[in-house]
Every structure is written in structure tokens, then in C-alpha cells.
């Protein structure tokens, strides 16, 4: 497979089989700045991280043995903190210090997003770790995802029993990070709707995660000014993630922006008439005839963690 647009004709059951890996670096190699990526490289080299791992866990499971109320007497949840310190500790992937704490982020750089980008620099955000870690777990044979929490990505395990959610950008930090749903839900003050929606805290399904890394590969064209391509991705990552409310705020923002190069000013399909069908339909207070692209919501929201 060469191109992600493959990705689009595969059934459900055809996406289980695809290496996320694969998946996310098809979408990447489609920028024209990483037409080049050498994908079976980077599949290479997570093989080998995933059989380090796979060596070390049945010295490493007599920790677990000793002390099983620690590890939630789940050895599946004491594997997860394997890989999590390996990936610390050997692989020496850390958190990309210049945006953990960025109150905006500008994706110019779209290895930032993708896994290219955390395998080369061994640095990362929330995006491309979450991502990592579920390459590799895939490669263990975990049911491990990703999974949304507004804006920030999380590794899920979800064996239709039991779930842990995986704080990937925990790296460089002392490794393993767990937090429960409860926690996520008021750190991250997720409202009820994004739960019950299927959009956040929840495994994605291999369609969806398609859909979130073509949500990256529009944020990215969304920050370097390619507007048009940037809803095209929008549009395409909301039919493969319809419910997922990140993708939609970012569609509608860039929606918003493109209209304002296709109408005049108050004519029909503009900012303007937007906001007049708002005012009348939800008694909107402030007219949108005098915001400026700026005052948008939508522009600067970052995919790092907020952690």
C-alpha cells in the first residue's frame, strides 16, 4: 500500500489488519515536505522496540509477581508499564519541552504530528506518543487504541472487560501514568455530550484513527495557510469520525475562514448570514458581522497535553 486513499476503499475488518504505523505515516508521506519518508524503515525499528520489550517481560513479570496489589493484580496493566518505561528509558523518547506548556501551537512542522517525528527526535507531543505506544502494543498483540480526550490523545486498552488509559506524554517524567476515567473527566472537564456522543474517553475504532491522522495532516495544512486543502482533510477525517467533537469545531472553524473568500459580506453563505441565522435561531448576542478571524475559537487550539 502506497497511498492512505487505499485506506479508504479497505472494510472494517481489512483496517483492523493495517499497522497503525502504516496508517499514520501513509497520511504523513502525503505532505509534499515528507513525500520521502521511507516507511518500512520506521517499521523496522519499531519491530525492534516491540521485540525488546517482548524479551524483557518475562524477567520483568517477577516484579509483578512479588507485588501484584500494586499493578492492580492485572498483569496486563504491569505489561503496559513495561513498555512505557522501555520507551522512557531505552528508547529515550521525551515530551517536546517547547510545547508542554504552550498555550498555542503553530504545526508548521508536520513530523510534529506524526510518528516520523517522535521516532527520529525522540521527541514528541500527546499526538504522535499515543501514537507510538499503540504501534508498538499493536505489534504485542494488546487491543490497544487511541483514544480522545478533548483536544489530547491517550493509549487505551480495552479487552471488552477491563480498561487503562495510557498518559503517553508521561515520558520524561517518570514513565507510567494511569489515569482512571473519573480523573480525565474533571482534569479535563469533559461535559457529559462527550462521552455520551462516542467521541471522547473510549478505544477508536481503526476508521476513526484514520480519521484523527488526517485530522493532523489538516491541522497542519490549516496552520501553513493551505485553507482549501485543510477542509478537504476536515471534511474527510469528520466522514471517518462524525462523532468526534475536536474534528468538528476544527472543520467548522476552517469552513468559517474559507467562506469568507467565496461571498461577499452579508451576501447568503458568509461569516455574516451565519450569524444572522444564528441570532434568529439561538438568539446569539454578539453579531458575528463584528468578528474578526482572530476572535475565532477554533485557530490556535493545540493537540499537546495540558498535563
Known amino acids: 500500500m502506497t497511498d492512505y486513499r487505499q485506506l479508504l476503499a479497505c472494510s472494517d475488518d481489512e483496517l483492523a489488519r493495517v499497522d497503525p504505523l502504516v496508517m499514520n505515516l501513509l497520511v504523513a508521506k502525503s505532505i509534499p515536505s515528507l513525500a520521502d519518508l521511507d516507511i518500512a ?11 525488546d520489550v517482548r524479551r524483557r517481560l518475562p524477567g520483568a513479570e517477577k516484579v509483578f509477581r512479588r507485588t501484584p496489589q500494586d499493578w492492580k493484580n492485572d498483569v496486563n496493566f504491569f505489561r503496559l508499564g513495561v513498555l512505557c518505561g522501555y520507551l522512557e528509558h531505552e528508547a ?24 516520523n517525528g517522535v ?23 494488546w487491543p490497544v487504541s487511541l483514544a480522545c480526550v478533548r483536544s489530547h490523545y491517550i493509549c487505551r486498552y480495552d479487552d ?36 455520551s456522543s462516542g467521541s471522547d474517553l473510549r478505544a477508536v475504532t481503526p476508521r476513526e484513527m ?9 491541522r497542519h495544512m490549516r496552520d501553513t495557510g493551505h485553507w482549501d486543502e485543510a477542509e478537504r482533510d476536515y471534511l474527510l477525517a469528520r466522514h471517518l469520525f462524525p462523532s468526534n467533537r475536536k ?14 473568500g467565496l461571498f461577499e459580506p452579508g451576501e ?12 434568529t435561531q439561538y438568539r446569539v448576542a454578539r453579531p ?3 468578528i474578526q478571524p482572530k476572535d475565532f475559537p477554533f485557530q490556535n487550539v493545540s493537540y499537546t497535553a495540558s498535563v
Open 210 to 218: 484514520l480519521g484523527i491522522f488526517l485530522g493532523f495532516r489538516g
Open 288 to 290: 458575528m458581522a463584528r
Open 41 to 51: 524503515n520506521y517499521q523496522a525499528m519499531a519491530d525492534q522496540w516491540a521485540d
Open 92 to 115: 529515550g523518547i521525551v515530551y517536546n519541552e517547547d510545547q508542554r506548556t504552550a498555550t498555542a501551537v503553530y504545526y508548521t512542522d508536520p513530523s510534529d504530528l506524526f510518528l
Open 268 to 279: 447568503l453563505g458568509s461569516p455574516q448570514s451565519l450569524a444572522d441565522w444564528l441570532n
Open 160 to 195: 471488552g472487560e477491563v480498561t487503562h488509559n495510557i498518559e503517553a506524554t508521561q515520558a520524561g517524567y517518570g514513565g507510567f501514568k494511569s489515569d482512571p476515567d473519573t480523573y480525565l473527566i474533571e482534569h479535563h472537564e469533559l461535559p457529559p455530550k462527550a462521552i
Open 119 to 141: 521516532m527520529d527526535t525522540r521527541q514528541g507531543t500527546c499526538g504522535n506518543m499515543a501514537a507510538l505506544h499503540v504501534a508498538i502494543g499493536r505489534r504485542l498483540g
Open 247 to 260: 474534528l468538528y469545531v476544527d472543520a467548522m472553524g476552517v469552513a468559517v475562514e474559507r467562506s469568507v
